[in-house]
Every structure is written in structure tokens, then in C-alpha cells.
């Protein structure tokens, strides 16, 4: 009962020998366009230039949550200003660092230990009064989505920021993030997603807010979202990557604070 | 060239008729559970169904494979693992990890016996003794990587990269042993290949210096024990970990649209057959017969 075939012909060669040959021609012209075009980055060049600012987002860059924390304390008690060591130090390791996955030229597990050492220099400095009054965001991945690598860095970047995240965690329904929505009132409401199949729980919980009368934006992202995806709901908008996504964040801050 | 041996050939980087079409992940869907009457949850928990559904896609498109279990996660909920048991659009994968060190964890005695182990052998020996003449029965493993993510939580694994590398060599030498092992019992039951899954290992995440160092010998070590046709498959961007795949000692490699197949080609050589690069979810998904069947040839 084999229901098709796909009408193979039998014997023919998939490519003729030139065929092959323009192909490698295109291929390796290809190739050597996409390595000019990526001019290889150095850490040191996506440092601040002022100490000790430089070696706190160098230690956080390099994942060294000790040094970390210590250069912390040590500008702290210095009597540095808590947020400008936020600002212009550890967030710019942290800048620095995801600056590289993007070429990459750093992978997952310097990341992840950039975010640990961001955090625990966090943790050093003190009441931030200014950087907390930004607002609230949601995280969470969509239902029946697991990943959640890309996620936390998301939270640990925005949380960098200035915001308090909640981590609602991963796979939540859209009637738990409504619990949570009612409870916290954040700003934003942040969803990630990897896989196509999951990716419409975001339409779900878009409608959802509307239809509780509830006005907070749902921004989106990870592999599987794009602009046209999240364009289909007007509460829903997209953003490519965690800087973008700060910016999108502040804009909403600045526009509710006025 | 009947469809058997077309596989055997092309993996064996020998003379075939045309390519064949073939892939060692699972290609089921909704609709075969429908009609094969498997429902989603049995189909994880039930050998005859699981066989039933595993058997669709040659039943119903002439595909000439059948492909168990379903999910990256059997190995995972044997050793300890929380499970999310996902919908019927979606595999069962793991909730929470067994373990948060490598001395926490040691592979059980009666590992073959756990969760649904032997579910899954059955359904394997069902699908030889009914199909095994005229389709490939391709019993899927979950790479060594991937299963140390799950047991131990992906976050810790990769962070102890840069940590604590030794912790990942010791967890990595506990959870081969399980790739192994199952990949072993599969044969033993009537698998004519096993096709290793690992894609947590993929570029995405590790760079191809961390791949060579903690990944590449124990592929190594999986590919040398299996006394079958054997693949890997690695999700993603794998461009930078080629040059180590191809000394692996697989059969075949399998691996996504991110890297072209001229580039992976000129990496890999002869050492190692190129399977899939199609997009599963732009072209296969949301694409055209047309497209899929272009992109094909
Ligand atoms: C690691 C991985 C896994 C791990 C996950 C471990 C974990 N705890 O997260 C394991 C092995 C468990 C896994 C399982 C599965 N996986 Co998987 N996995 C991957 C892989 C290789 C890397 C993902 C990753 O962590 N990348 C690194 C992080 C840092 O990047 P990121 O997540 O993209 O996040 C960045 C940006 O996207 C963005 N971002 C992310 N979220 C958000 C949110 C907002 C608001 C914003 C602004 C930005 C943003 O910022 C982040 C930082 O830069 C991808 C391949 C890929 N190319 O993505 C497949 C991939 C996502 N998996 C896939 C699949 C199919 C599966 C499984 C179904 C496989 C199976 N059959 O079992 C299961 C499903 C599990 C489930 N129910 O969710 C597919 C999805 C296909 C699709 N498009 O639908 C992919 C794309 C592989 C592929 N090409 O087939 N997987």
C-alpha cells in the first residue's frame, strides 16, 4: 500500500560533474566573502578604558566570579557610586562577552559564567535604588518548550538591568501567567521560544491579556519567533537579542513613568 | 536496488542508485497516530503500539525505516529524571535533572529494566520480526553528552566546562557507558543500525575546541562498540566541530541546514556519509512537496 512515490528516476546522477564544480566555486567564493566580512574581535578591544571599570568587565567577561565580586567591593568601598559600577563595569563585561557569542568567538558556557559573575557582582552593590525603580518584567518559555538556556541569560542580563524578573520557568500555560500577571502588574510580559511547534501559545496568551481587559506588552523571542510572527497581535512585539530587548524594555519603562 | 541495501550502501560510502531517502531522527506524526491507532501515549509506553506507529512512515509514505523510541528522554527517566510527558504534538523530554554532581550518580545495575527500556526493546524485536526484510529497523540512543545535560542539568554541565572540567570528564565516563549499553541491547534484539542522537553537544552551545576535548573520545568510544551500521546526529550549527566528526568512526553523520553540504563535504571527506540538511521545520514544516523533493536532488 504504498500510498506515492515521489517519482524517483532511477540511475540519474543528482548532479553533472560541472554542476559540481560551479557549486564549489560559489561555495568557496561564499566562504572567503563571510570571513572577510567577520573581522576577528579581541576582548580587549570591547572593554572600557578607565580602571577599575575595565578589570570588573574583564573578570566578568572571563567568567571569574571572584575577582569579580572582589573588584566590586573594593570600587564599593572606594566609595564608587554602586550604579556606576553596574552601569560602566560589570554590564560592559557582560556586553563584551555576548558581543563575542555573536561572532562566535565565545560559546554558551562563557556566557553562562559571565551572567554568574554579573549576578554575584550585583549582589555587591548594594541598594540600587535608581536602577530598581525601572519595573517588573515576566519571564517565561512557552508552553511545552524547554529550552531554557537562552532564557536565562535573558532574565540574568535584563535583571543586570535594573529590572526585578520573576522566572516563572519553563512550559507555563497561559492561565498561570495570567495568575501571575494579575499578581505582579509588570511592565512586560518576556516569552522565549526555540521551537516552531510551541510558538502559538504566544498568540494564546496575547488574546488572553486582551480579553482580560489586561494592557502589557508580550515580547517575544528565541529561534523560533521573527518580526512577522509577532506582528500578528498587536500586544506582541519581538526582539532579536537581549540588548535589544533592554532598549525595548526601557522605552516602555519611560513612556509608563511619564 | 531494494531500499535496504540502498542505506547500507550510502553509509557505507559505496555505489547506489540513487540517494536514498532516509533519516535517523523521528519523522512521525499526528495523522500516523490516527491512523495506526497508537495514540500518543501509548506509543511512548506500549511495544506494540510503539512498534505500530514506528512502522507508519514506511506504511503510509514508503519510507523505508522504522525509527524507536520517540524521545531524546528514555535513557534520561531510567537513570532518575523528572519527565515532562509532553501532548500529542509533543515528545515526552526531561523536567528535572537526577543529579547536581558526577558523585551523585552512578548508571544502575538493572539500567535495562528501568522505565520504559524494555518498552522499547520490544518494540524493536516486533518491528525485525515483522519488517526487518525489507526496511532498515533503526533503534535511536541518546548521545553521552546529551544525557549528562539531562541527568545533571545543561546549565551545570556547560558552566563546568570552565569550572570544574574534570567533573564533565567524570560525568561523561558515567553516561557513555549507558549509551553504550543500550545501544548494545538494541542490536541484541534486531536493530540493523543505532543512531546516536547527541544534541546537546551541538555548535550552538560548544565550540569546536571544548567538542575535541570533551565530547569527541567518548563519540569515539560509542562508535567503536557498536557492531552495526552507526550514525550520529548533532542539532544545529555543527561547522566547527566537523573536523573532529569525521574521525569518530561513524558511518554517517547527520546534521541541519546551518552548514551547507559542500562545506560539511569538504571537512568530512570520504570518512563519513552526509545525511539530512534539509530544514525540518522551513522546508519539511511549513514548505512544498516541491521544495522538499528540489532541495532532495
Ligand atoms: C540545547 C538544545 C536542546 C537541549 C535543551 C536544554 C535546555 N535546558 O535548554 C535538549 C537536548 C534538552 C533539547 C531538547 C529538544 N529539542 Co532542542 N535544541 C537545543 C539547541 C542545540 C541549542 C539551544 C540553545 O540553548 N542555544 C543557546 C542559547 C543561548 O541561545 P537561544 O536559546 O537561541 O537564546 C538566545 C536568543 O535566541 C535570544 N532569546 C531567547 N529567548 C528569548 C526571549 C526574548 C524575550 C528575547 C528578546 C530574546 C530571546 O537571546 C538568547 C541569548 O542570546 C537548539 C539548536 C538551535 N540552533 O537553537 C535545538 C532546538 C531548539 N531543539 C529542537 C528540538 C526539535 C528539540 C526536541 C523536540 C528534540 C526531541 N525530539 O526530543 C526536544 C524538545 C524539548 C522541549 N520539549 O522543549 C529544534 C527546534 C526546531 C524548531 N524550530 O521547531 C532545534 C532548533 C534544533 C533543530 N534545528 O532541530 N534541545
Known amino acids: 500500500m504504498r500510498a506515492f512515490t515521489l517519482g524517483y528516476e532511477a540511475g540519474k546522477r543528482f548532479l553533472d560533474d560541472h554542476e559540481i564544480f560551479e557549486l564549489i566555486e560559489k561555495g568557496q567564493k561564499e566562504e572567503t566573502l563571510s570571513q572577510e566580512e567577520k573581522p576577528k574581535l579581541t576582548l580587549e578591544g570591547l572593554l572600557p578604558e578607565t580602571e577599575p571599570f575595565r578589570a570588573i568587565a574583564q573578570n566578568v567577561a572571563g567568567g571569574d566570579v571572584e575577582a569579580a565580586v572582589d573588584l566590586v567591593k573594593t570600587a564599593i568601598g572606594n566609595g564608587r557610586d554602586g550604579l556606576i559600577v553596574v552601569t560602566d563595569g560589570l554590564l560592559k563585561g557582560m556586553d563584551a562577552i555576548s558581543v563575542l557569542y555573536d561572532h562566535k568567538q565565545a560559546y554558551v558556557p562563557e556566557i553562562l559564567l559571565a551572567a554568574q559573575a554579573l549576578n554575584a557582582g550585583l549582589r555587591e552593590c548594594g541598594d540600587l535604588g535608581a536602577l530598581e525603580s525601572k519595573g517588573t518584567v515576566l519571564i517565561h518559555t512557552a508552553e511545552g518548550d524547554l529550552h531554557d538556556i537562552g532564557k536565562n541569560i535573558v532574565a540574568a542580563i535584563v535583571a543586570a538591568n535594573g529590572y526585578r524578573v520573576i522566572d516563572l520557568g519553563t512550559s507555563v500555560d497561559s492561565v498561570r501567567l495570567l495568575e501571575a500577571v494579575r499578581e505582579n502588574s509588570p511592565v512586560a510580559v518576556l516569552g522565549s521560544s526555540l521551537m516552531t511547534s510551541t510558538r502559538s501559545a504566544f498568540l494564546e496568551t496575547a488574546d488572553l491579556l486582551v480579553q482580560e481587559g489586561i494592557e502589557v506588552p508580550l515580547i517575544i523571542g528565541g529561534g523560533a519567533i521573527d518580526g512577522a510572527f509577532a506582528g500578528q497581535r498587536e500586544n506582541m512585539r519581538y526582539a532579536r537579542d537581549p540588548g535589544e530587548l533592554v532598549r525595548v524594555l526601557d522605552a516602555i519603562a519611560r513612556a509608563k513613568g511619564k | ?297
Not at chain 2, 528514555?74 to 515528545?91: F, I, K, M, S, Y
Not at chain 2, 553504550?180 to 543505532?194: M, N, P, R, S, T
Not at chain 2, 565530547?215 to 550520529?232: C, E, N, Q, R, Y
Open chain 2, 1 to 297: 536496488m531494494n531500499a535496504k541495501k540502498r542505506i547500507f550502501s550510502a553509509l557505507n560510502g559505496g555505489r547506489v542508485d540513487r540517494i536514498p531517502a532516509w533519516l535517523p531522527v523521528v519523522p512521525v506524526t499526528v495523522s500516523m497516530m490516527e491512523i495506526s491507532k497508537a495514540p500518543w501515549s501509548g506509543s511512548h509506553s506500549n511495544a506494540e503500539q510503539m512498534a505500530k506507529l514506528a512502522a507508519m512512515p514506511w506504511e503510509l509514505a514508503g519510507l523505508p525505516t522504522a525509527t524507536v523510541p520517540f524521545c531524546l528522554s528514555l535513557e534520561a527517566e531510567a537513570l532518575g529524571c523528572q519527565l515532562d510527558w509532553g501532548t500529542v504534538n509533543r515528545t515526552p523530554s526531561v523536567k528535572r535533572p537526577a543529579a547536581s554532581k558526577p558523585d551523585e550518580f552512578d548508571v544502575p545495575e538493572n539500567l535495562l529494566e528501568r522505565g520504559r527500556i524494555l518498552t522499547a526493546l520490544k518494540a524493536i524485536e516486533i518491528l525485525a520480526e515483522h519488517l526487518g526484510e525489507e526496511i532498515v529497523i533503526n533503534a535511536k540512543v541518546t548521545g553521552p553528552f546529551t544525557i549528562a545535560g539531562h541527568v545533571f542539568g545543561v546549565g551545570n554541565l556547560l558552566s563546568w566546562i570552565k569550572t570544574n572540567p574534570e567533573f564533565v570528564h567524570d560525568a561523561m565516563s558515567r553516561t557513555v557507558e549507558v549509551t553504550k549499553e543500550l545501544a548494545k541491547a538494541f542490536l541484541a534484539h534486531g536493530a540493523d543500525i543505532v543512531s546516536v542522537s547527541d544534541p546537546t553537544s551541538s555548535g550552538d552551545l560548544l565550540s569546536g575546541d571544548y567538542y575535541e576535548e570533551f565530547v569527541f573520545p567518548h563519540h569515539k568510544d560509542v562508535a567503536a562498540s557498536i557492531k552495526a551500521p552507526s550514525t550520529l546526529h548533532i542539532c544545529g550549527y555543527t561547522k566547527e566541530l566537523l573536523p573532529h566528526i569525521r574521525h569518530t568512526g561513524f558511518d554517517g553523520f547527520s546534521f541541519e541546514e546551518k552548514v551547507d553540504v559542500l562545506t560539511a563535504k569538504k571537512i568530512l571527506g570520504d570518512d563519513i556519509s552526509l545525511i539530512g540538511n534539509i530544514s525540518p521545520v522551513a522546508t519539511m514544516l511549513q514548505g512544498t512537496p516541491e521544495k522538499v523533493t528540489t532541495e532532495a536532488f
